[in-house]
């Protein structure tokens, strides 16, 4: 195994065993009104974030958990590595120097930042933080940030499975338990519209693309394209080919043992479109066609999600 997946497997499998040992009502905490899982996440972490300071070539990926963003990080993550001729998965592609770090900007230790300060460009980062949360150099030096949404009721319909498949988020007996607190903004991460809402504010910057888990799911390697012109990475087609295989849910799940350990089986459980049929009830998918329209209707990204389409039985 790669050093770095080593270390980030043994750091996820840290947080895991942390996150055992603690009772139901110690697993989240709340930071400006948001829950967050208290074994993966602190409020120390989040104060030294604030200063953090972004370069203008950095890359960074940011979407609500379960919208893909561990797909998309290895797409992202080898498109990194042919921009610094470096072939994706090999052992040359891998720095030497951030071996110690996970990828997730608000995730480490409160000294994460310096050692970070001291990494080569460009840099790859993945937050699952809403616009206002993020260092404000991120903005100021219009780092190129790739957004990715995805249909909101496969998102917790995902975010369900994840909720009762790992230790560091608190469990629940059934779906319509959950379902309850998703709308009454009382699970990790907040409201998923209300991210929306706020990360459509800035949809209309030019270092920001938006794209959509559906879209990447039905043309990957348009999407691998689209994504390496934005960043203003060259590929090949041999290039292009070589990262589509790598990100399909059939590479990525057969090796998830060795990029993400025993975590790996609850990332990436399905990979599928609408799956959400199989869990709502009629009331339920009204309640969150009615979010849609109060939050969403009529926004540059309530449109890019198509929500007809993929939300609409």
């Excluded at 951030?98 to 300060?117: H, I």
């Excluded at 399905?270 to 109060?294: H, M, P, R």
Aim: glycine share 4%; with cysteine.
């Amino acid at each position: 195994m790669e050093k770095s997946r080593k270390t980030f497997v043994n750091k996820v499998d840290q947080m895991l065993a942390a996150a055992s040992s603690m009772h139901r009502d110690e697993l989240l905490f709340s930071y400006k009104g948001i829950l967050y899982p208290a074994a993966v996440y602190s409020p120390e972490v989040f104060q030294a974030l604030e200063s953090f300071e972004a370069r203008s070539d950095d890359v960074i990926l940011a979407g609500y958990p379960k919208t893909g963003t561990n797909w998309l990080s290895q797409i992202l993550s080898d498109l990194v590595a042919i921009s610094q001729k470096k072939t994706p998965g090999s052992e040359s592609s891998v720095k030497a120097e951030e071996v110690e770090e996970l990828p997730y900007l608000e995730v480490g230790d409160a000294e994460k930042y310096e050692r970070m300060s001291k990494y080569p460009s460009p840099r790859f980062m993945v937050t699952h933080l809403r616009p206002e949360n993020l260092p404000k150099s991120i903005f100021k030096n219009r780092v190129k940030i790739l957004l990715l949404i995805r249909n909101p009721k496969d998102v917790a319909t995902s975010l369900y499975h994840f909720y009762n498949d790992v230790t560091t988020l608190p469990s629940y007996e059934t779906w319509d338990d959950f379902f309850t607190d998703f709308v009454a903004k009382k699970t990790a991460w907040g409201s998923y519209f209300e991210y929306l809402s706020e990360w459509n504010k800035y949809a209309d910057q030019e270092n920001i693309m938006t794209i959509t888990y559906e879209e990447v799911k039905e043309n990957p390697a348009l999407a691998v394209k689209t994504i390496a012109t934005f960043f203003g990475i060259p590929l090949t087609e041999e290039e292009l080919q070589l990262v589509v295989e790598r990100c399909s849910f059939q590479s990525m799940k057969k090796n998830s043992e060795k990029t993400h350990g025993e975590f790996g089986n609850v990332l990436f459980r399905k990979g599928c479109v609408g799956d959400w049929k199989n869990l709502f009830t009629e009331d339920q998918s009204k309640k969150i066609d009615n979010a849609f329209e109060e939050h969403m209707a009529g926004t540059k990204l309530g449109k890019k999600l198509k929500y007809d389409l993929y939300c609409k039985a």
